[in-house]
């Protein structure tokens, strides 16, 4: 069941309120490019499917970092609010407003 509001599909965008849940589906050398042979990493979210791939210096620090994400966890979130920073108190407004109407209707 996809839960809505105001035509956002909230548990596409949990990760904003909670984090992702990253699960770890490569880890070794970088095989082209201009990382050549640095340690490179892949983790997916078990929940939205976002993946973030990072290049690694030999302590473990990032060299760099991009994240792919689905299109629908894109949107929802851009629904949510055009500020970046104002989505996770958006989400968690969305999410005690549809609480309340849910308790109402219990009554």
């Given at each position: 069941?996809?839960?809505?509001?105001?035509?956002?599909?909230l548990d596409a965008v949990t990760c904003l309120d909670?984090?992702?849940a990253w699960v770890e589906t490569f880890y070794g050398r970088a095989q082209s490019g201009v990382l050549k042979g640095v340690v490179a990493r892949v983790v997916v979210c078990d929940r939205c499917?976002?993946?973030?791939?990072?290049?690694?210096?030999?302590?473990?620090?990032v060299i760099s970092r991009r994240y792919f994400s689905e299109p629908a966890y894109i949107e929802n979130a851009r629904a949510l609010s055009d500020d970046v920073h104002d989505r996770k108190r958006a989400l968690r407004e969305a999410r005690a407003e549809r609480f309340k109407a849910a308790e109402k209707r219990r009554k």
């Amino acid at each position: 069941m996809v839960s809505k509001y105001r035509g956002v599909d909230l548990d596409a965008v949990t990760c904003l309120d909670v984090g992702h849940a990253w699960v770890e589906t490569f880890y070794g050398r970088a095989q082209s490019g201009v990382l050549k042979g640095v340690v490179a990493r892949v983790v997916v979210c078990d929940r939205c499917d976002s993946e973030k791939a990072e290049h690694l210096s030999w302590d473990g620090r990032v060299i760099s970092r991009r994240y792919f994400s689905e299109p629908a966890y894109i949107e929802n979130a851009r629904a949510l609010s055009d500020d970046v920073h104002d989505r996770k108190r958006a989400l968690r407004e969305a999410r005690a407003e549809r609480f309340k109407a849910a308790e109402k209707r219990r009554k």
